[in-house]
């Protein structure tokens, strides 16, 4: 079965710093075009980044460009989420996404494209 697990979650101060990562299994990852999307209490899952599988074509959403920087490792069948100068608003829970397309450069703003979901890891930024 295709696992998605995302770590890397935790609490940090505004202005502050994380790394997240999802780990893939069961799937050609290399293959598959990845984002990440959050969802904070009360709200829509709204997306935050994506990325083709061969790492040419990345996409933000406006709220995070400039700040989050998304990447992936196709030896290690992980995809990574570079978050910097967190903000409150922030907070929320990060899902990542893995979406199996054919060509190389595809990626995808959508949650409804998306064929994979982990279970999400909860990052909180403080004022």
């Known amino acids: 079965q295709v696992q998605l697990v995302e770590s890397g979650g935790g609490l940090a101060q505004a202005g502050g710093f994380l790394r997240l990562s999802c780990a893939a299994s069961?799937?050609?990852?290399?293959?598959?075009?990845m984002g990440w999307f959050r969802q904070a209490p009360g709200k829509e899952r709204e997306f935050v980044a994506a990325i083709s599988w061969n790492t040419i074509n990345t996409y933000y959403a406006d709220s995070v460009k400039g700040r989050f920087t998304i990447s992936r490792d196709n030896a290690k069948n992980t995809v990574y989420l570079q978050k910097n100068n967190l903000k409150p608003e922030d907070t929320a829970l990060y899902y990542c996404a893995a979406d199996l397309v054919l060509s190389p450069g595809y990626y995808s703003d959508s949650e409804r494209t998306y064929d994979y979901w982990g279970p999400g890891t909860q990052v909180t930024v403080s004022s």
């Open positions: 069961g799937l050609t990852f290399s293959r598959s075009a």
